[in-house]
T-cell receptor
């Protein structure tokens, strides 16, 4: 158990809908990262927040957005969903702003029908 | 310049053999090189990591070999076991970002 929690574990929705994925980092970690992993694909970095502020952006679509709240939990919002958005979404956290030592949550499996 | 190239894409090794996965990077600003292990349906977990001031790091059956001049590093799994079957990701990080390799699916045959 990494100490990072993600909810929900599974999410099934339809095209065009909007969903919110939630992540609680390890106690004491200030940095949160979001990744997308499609079937048999690597980890695609989406976005990073550090202590409430956006710090880095990766290959995140304009339909996707995220935020980190004062209690340091983070939410990833996915809108106008398409079939191709079906994937595993991982949240990771680390102590400092940029740390290769990241602790990953169990992921949220999103299925868009 | 931001890529981390990982090979092979998949690897099958007999039980007791040595598994070797290779990664190459381009950006000399990277200063931390972790390896992550991911089992099906789980999130990646940090396995072992190295900084460029050393050429090798060993933890149990897992060893990272690092060649700074060639900008390459590799993971060696000695005495590979069926429980090592997983996907392995290398990564390279610096003060401003972390880049993951594309992953290697390792299968250990009994």
């Amino acid at each position: 158990d990494s100490g990072v929690t993600q909810t929900p574990k599974h999410l099934i929705t339809a095209t065009g809908q909007r969903v919110t994925l939630r992540c609680s980092p390890r106690s004491g970690d200030l940095s949160v990262y979001w990744y997308q992993q499609s079937l048999d694909q690597g980890l695609q970095f989406l976005i990073q927040y550090y202590n409430g502020e956006e710090r880095a952006k990766g290959n995140i679509l304009e339909r996707f957005s995220a935020q980190q709240f004062p209690d340091l939990h983070s939410e990833l919002n996915l809108s106008s969903l398409e079939l191709g958005d079906s994937a595993l979404y991982f949240c990771a956290s680390s102590v400092i702003a940029t740390d290769g030592e990241q602790f990953f949550g169990p992921g949220t499996r999103l299925t868009v029908l | 310049q931001q890529q981390v190239k990982q090979s092979p894409q998949s690897l099958i090794v007999q039980k007791g053999g040595i598994s070797i996965i290779n990664c190459a990077y381009e950006n000399t600003a990277f200063d931390y090189f972790p390896w992550y292990q991911q089992f099906p349906g789980k999130g990646p977990a940090l396995l072992i990591a190295i900084r460029p001031d050393v050429s090798e790091k060993k933890e149990g059956r897992f060893t990272i070999s690092f060649n700074k001049s060639a900008k390459q590093f590799s993971l060696h799994i000695m005495d590979s076991q069926p429980g090592d079957s997983a996907t392995y990701f290398c990564a390279a990080s610096s003060a401003s970002k972390i880049i993951f390799g594309s992953g290697t699916r390792l299968s250990i045959r009994p």
